[in-house]
């Protein structure tokens, strides 16, 4: 099986220390990993050509070809490697210059601990996707999104100690139409605001940084596609039907008194969880547009002619996507699973399970697409992980349950 092989990882580096360095505290990692350390953009290609990598970490700033500009001819010649670039924090204009290239964005030092958990979160992908020509074919895709620059700062500014409410709201601010869109969902009825507000900061005071987060990734999203073809993809129905799966899974995830931790990451992965559609959508816009009325024609689910078109469906494609950009593993799950959950191996309440029902639901009440069959409840699922009578009760939690 693919997924039992040793994960293979370039370190591109043109510090000398550095690469001495690297190998002794990676040492641990090496029964997991096949690890491969060179001093230049130029080495690395050269090994690249003849050493298939599932992950390359390059350094910015190096003489000759620069980290960005090595990591461009990494994508273009070998899309299947997941690409990870580290930089100190003050060469932040260069750090946003590469957000079309880059998976995920580390600094510089970068402690250990943070180095291999990024690795592994962006190789978590070949278990979610297998078969490699899968991803290979997603990751050809002319129209993959990047990571909106706006997200990548409030990355960074969450990492900085010194950052505050203020410096979040500013960074916020920089995006007017972003700002316009998460005042809106901050005032509406999900969150019970006490009294209308206009005020950034005062938005994100009282809703936390990690839900604005959320805001901000799939807001930032979804305006990548605003003016493009999406194959009879309607783009505000598809931010709607999203919204309301992010208050319902949240909902069912407060009914289930699961952590915060479980409740933020149902409201992301609800946010998020169809973002597949859109990169589907964006890059076969006529073959999509036949997906749909051939689903409407035949009564079937949606996803069962993306399977028989693509060979794979909707939520393959997000939870690839944000798996490159390294999302929490339960945000990742449940993007990737939430028509299938039963692929999970845990046999407990998670995001998961909260997003699987909350997009059922919430289509079974009202349905996105006019004629298309909604998905369907996997029971086997709820029994297997003890919540075969929790549906009834789910089902009154949404009556009560506003869009965010």
């Excluded at 298939?52 to 390059?58: C, K, L, N, P, Q």
């Excluded at 209308?196 to 900061?201: F, R, V």
């Excluded at 309607?234 to 999203?242: I, V």
Aim: net charge negative.
């Amino acid at each position: 099986m693919e997924d039992q092989r040793k994960l293979s990882v370039l370190f591109v580096d043109d510090e000398p220390a550095l690469l001495e360095l690297l190998p002794r505290l990676l040492a641990d990692m090496s029964e997991h990993w096949h690890m491969e350390f060179v001093g230049s953009a130029e080495q690395g290609l050269e090994l690249m050509a003849h050493v298939a990598f599932d992950v390359v970490v390059s350094d910015l700033n190096m003489p000759g070809m620069r980290g960005n500009e090595f990591l461009t001819e990494v994508r273009e010649r070998y899309p299947l490697s997941a690409r990870i670039i580290y930089s100190s924090y003050s060469d932040q204009r260069s750090i946003l210059e590469c957000v079309g290239v880059i998976h995920q964005f580390l600094p510089k030092p970068c402690p250990t601990e943070l180095l291999k958990a990024t690795i592994q979160r962006a190789a978590m992908i070949r278990s979610l996707l297998p078969n490699p020509a899968i991803r290979e074919k997603i990751s050809k895709m002319e129209r993959i999104p990047s990571m909106p620059t706006l997200y990548l700062e409030l990355i960074r500014k969450l990492q900085s100690q010194d950052s505050s409410i203020d410096d979040i709201a500013k960074t916020v601010a920089q995006d007017i139409g972003m700002t316009a869109q998460i005042l809106k969902i901050v005032n509406s009825a999900f969150f019970g605001l006490p009294h209308p507000t206009s005020n950034i900061a005062e938005a994100i005071s009282f809703i936390g940084v990690e839900t604005v987060k959320h805001l901000v990734l799939a807001a930032g999203i979804f305006r990548q596609f605003e003016s493009r073809k999406l194959g009879g993809l309607s783009l505000e129905t598809l931010w709607q039907h999203s919204s309301r799966a992010a208050g319902a899974a949240k909902a069912i995830a407060k009914s289930e008194r699961a952590g915060r931790q479980v409740i933020e990451d149902a409201m992301a992965a609800g946010l998020l969880h169809d973002v597949g559609k859109l990169v589907l959508a964006s890059n076969y816009p006529d073959q999509y547009e036949e997906i749909g009325r051939q689903a409407q024609a035949k009564q079937v689910e949606w996803l069962v002619e993306e399977r028989e078109v693509f060979g794979f469906e909707h939520a393959d494609v997000g939870g690839y996507l944000l798996g490159l950009w390294g999302l929490p593993p339960p945000v990742v799950e449940a993007v990737a699973f939430h028509h299938f959950p039963t692929k999970s191996e845990r046999a407990s309440f998670t995001a998961l399970t909260a997003v699987h029902a909350a997009n059922v639901l919430v289509q079974t009440q009202r349905p996105t697409h006019g004629g298309i069959v909604p998905p369907q409840i996997d029971l086997l699922y709820l029994a297997k992980i003890g919540r075969t009578d929790a549906l009834d009760r789910w089902r009154d939690e949404l009556n009560e349950a506003p869009a965010i």
